[in-house]
């Protein structure tokens, strides 16, 4: 029964009409679940006349009124012994269920849940008669106080208990044999503990306990707990030691078979130090912290192992057996970067995963900002992989970069652990989502949009401290949008790559962008390019395939990217049969060019591409004596010289690369002229990487005399790549 979503729509005739026809084969039902209540009470006439002989699982909602007590009525008189699991949320149905006439129903349950809204007026003496219950689950139950010696046969069948907002005095001086899971939270009357009979659970492994007092704790004798969860609402250190301290007993009991431990619970580090000293067997550790400055990079340096090697345990550092450690702050306070704390942090998974061979992990969350977690690595190289995940921050330390990562879906948002970082990479696999990042609070926020969101709204140009501070971006899959109007006054190397806006972009969509130092950039988008404004730039990538890429080189890359002291050029996707002259005619000083394929060629595509590049590299063309790097006079202030005259290195990705003896004359004929006139080629190479193993043919000996040698490459090599 679920008519939430009937609303206005609903039809109390109809409804009427077909639950009578339901109820007229009750007797076959094995599950009733009633999840929300017809509107406007227009459930007063239900009747369920059938027995109901076959019924097993019973769920009941809040809101069911009248209707309850004749369910109920019904369920008592013909409910088999098979009947074991009730869910209850009516309040009116648990009182019902404690009735003398519904007994036999509680004395066959094996499992029951009672999750109430708010706490009940009276209580409800059930416990003595659950005879065979497992499971037992309530929230907002009043239970009534139970003398020490009052017979709970439940004591000897649960296996799992969980309370919220419920008596806890029944289980003092009791002895649960089978219990192995054991969550209470905000329980009431603790205060019986002081002065009762302990608590025991010989076969607990997972107990939770959340509480502003942790005290009953003592009182708890749990020889094989694995797994400790305890909250404690202090909200300082004064008050919250004491709480951590009431905890000895439970770590003393655990020393060797606590493996598992979540706290949070405002304390020393000093105690809290001490406290892990105590649990040596511990692997996983997950703190709560209300924010950055409770505890600090003295107390995490202490779970750096000392030395690897050693064989005694105090010697490593703390918690030597850890292998996750998880740290949640409820807020990062504004202020300063938290770089100490990040290398520390990048220090302790080094040094683990020196011992554990890389199964150490650290991760980092923040409570309302995102809800995956920040995964803390060691520090890299540079070159290294930094992994698959969608967005990476990296700081830089001596020994490389320390990368912090998360996975970040469409439509989240995530508040980024330190304001200023060397290395952003954004990565996704499709190209749907569009980002933003903002400056809230002192603190940057990145929001990821959906293809669905409304258009983003842009920020002020260097207003944020991370975009002043970047040394590398790499933007995948995402649109790049959010680059514009900024100004990336330490960037060196950029790669904005597979784009939404690769293809289709006008020439307003964006404006201008500042990289005054970058040296290596590989883009997608011609447009793009054509509003970054890069005077330093050495090394460049840029995707040809689209039809007007020529057009807008000529009309406006090589006039606003300042590209005349380009060396490197790496034209991804050239066409067959394109034109280089208006590339290389703005690039005097390119010393190495890479040329490679679009993903789909036809055979020909090597004899096309060959047929293009001789006439630029070997046909000598006229230009000013005061613009070239001069080898002959040709007429009156005119020079002929080859374009590209520091050209050196020309390397071409091609699908096949089998020669007619005229292509070969051709090439020959590059070497030789260019060897010639004082413009050699130090090498000139044909790689064919989609086939495995792939092949490459040199085309150049020494002194420039032409030679072919094929060459059979690793099965590893991939197709060439700008290195950012």
């Not at 949320?89 to 003398?100: E, G, I, K, R, T």
Request: proline share 7%.
């Amino acid at each position: 029964m679920n008519d939430e979503k009937d609303g206005s729509d609903f039809n109390p005739e109809d409804f009427l009409a077909c639950f009578m026809a339901a109820a007229e084969v009750a007797f076959r039902w094995s599950s009733l679940t009633l999840v929300s209540p017809p509107p406007h009470g227009e459930y007063e006439a239900l009747q369920i006349l059938q027995p109901l002989t076959h019924l097993e699982s019973f769920k009941l909602a809040h809101g069911f009124g009248a209707f309850v007590e004749p369910l109920m009525i019904a369920i008592s008189i013909s409910a088999p012994p098979k009947l074991t699991t009730i869910h209850l949320q009516d309040p009116a149905a648990v009182q019902f269920l404690a009735q003398p006439d519904c007994l036999h129903i509680s004395h066959s349950l094996t499992t029951l849940k009672i999750r109430l809204s708010k706490r009940m007026d009276s209580p409800v003496d059930i416990l003595p008669h659950l005879y065979r219950l497992e499971i037992f689950e309530a929230r907002h139950l009043c239970l009534p106080i139970h003398a020490p010696d009052t017979f709970l046969p439940l004591v000897d069948t649960l296996h799992s208990l969980n309370l919220k907002s419920v008596s806890i005095q029944w289980m003092a001086g009791h002895v649960f044999n089978a219990l192995t899971t054991c969550y209470i939270a905000c329980p009431h009357h603790v205060d019986i503990f002081q002065d009762s009979l302990p608590v025991s659970m010989p076969s607990c492994v997972n107990l939770l306990y959340h509480f502003n007092d942790l005290r009953p704790l003592k009182h708890f004798r749990l020889p094989s707990l694995e797994s400790l969860d305890v909250k404690s609402g202090q909200w300082n250190v004064v008050r919250g030691d004491p709480q951590l301290a009431a905890l000895h007993p439970v770590f003393v009991a655990g020393v060797k078979g606590l493996t598992e431990l979540r706290l949070d619970v405002q304390c020393s580090e000093q105690l809290l130090a001490c406290m892990l000293t105590l649990v040596p067997a511990l692997k996983l550790l997950w703190l709560k912290l209300a924010h950055p400055n409770i505890l600090s990079t003295t107390f995490f340096r202490a779970f750096i192992f000392k030395d690897p090697h050693a064989d005694c345990l105090s010697d490593m550092g703390l918690c030597p057996s850890l292998m996750f450690l998880h740290l949640q702050y409820r807020r990062w306070l504004r202020g300063p970067d938290k770089r100490k704390l990040i290398v520390a942090f990048g220090n302790i998974v080094e040094s683990r995963n020196s011992k554990l061979h890389g199964s150490f992990n650290l991760t980092l969350s923040i409570d309302g900002a995102d809800m995956s977690s920040w995964t803390i690595d060691k520090p890299l190289r540079e070159s290294q992989d930094l992994g698959l995940e969608h967005l990476v921050l990296g700081i830089l330390v001596p020994r490389g970069i320390i990368p912090i990562s998360i996975a970040l879906p469409r439509d989240s948002f995530a508040s980024l652990p330190i304001k200023e970082a060397e290395h952003l990479r954004l990565r996704q696999l499709d190209c749907t989502s569009s980002v933003e990042f903002t400056s809230t609070r002192n603190h940057v926020e990145l929001k990821v949009y959906g293809y669905h969101q409304p258009p983003l709204s842009t920020s002020q140009p260097c207003a944020l401290p991370l975009f002043s501070s970047l040394r590398v971006l790499v933007v995948e899959g995402y649109d790049p949008s959010f680059l514009a109007g900024h100004t990336f006054d330490k960037l060196e190397r950029c790669r904005v790559v597979k784009s939404r806006n690769s293809f289709g972009a006008s020439p307003s969509v964006f404006t201008k962008t500042g990289m005054p130092v970058c040296t290596r950039l590989d883009v997608d988008d011609p447009y793009l390019l054509a509003t970054f404004e890069i005077p330093q730039i050495h090394e460049l990538a840029l995707n040809f395939s689209r039809p007007d890429c020529r057009t807008i080189w000529e009309e406006r890359i090589a006039v606003n990217a300042n590209l005349s002291g380009l060396k490197l050029l790496h034209m991804k996707g050239w066409p067959p049969g394109g034109d280089l002259t208006p590339i290389l005619r703005s690039l005097p000083l390119l010393e190495t060019l890479i040329i490679s394929p679009p993903l789909r060629v036809a055979p020909s595509y090597t004899s096309e591409l060959i047929t293009a590049i001789a006439p630029v590299l070997m046909i000598p063309y006229m230009t000013n004596a005061t613009n070239s790097g001069l080898e002959q006079t040709s007429g009156e202030g005119q020079t002929c010289a080859h374009r590209c005259p520091r050209l050196q290195h020309l390397h071409v990705e091609v699908e096949d690369f089998r020669l007619q003896k005229k292509l070969i004359r051709t090439l020959k004929g590059i070497v030789e002229i260019r060897a010639d006139d004082g413009s050699p080629l130090k090498s000139f190479t044909f790689s064919k990487i989609r086939s495995s193993p792939g092949s490459q043919c040199e085309l150049i000996g020494w002194g420039g005399s032409f030679t072919m040698e094929n060459i059979v490459l690793a099965e590893a090599t991939k197709e060439f790549q700008l290195d950012i």
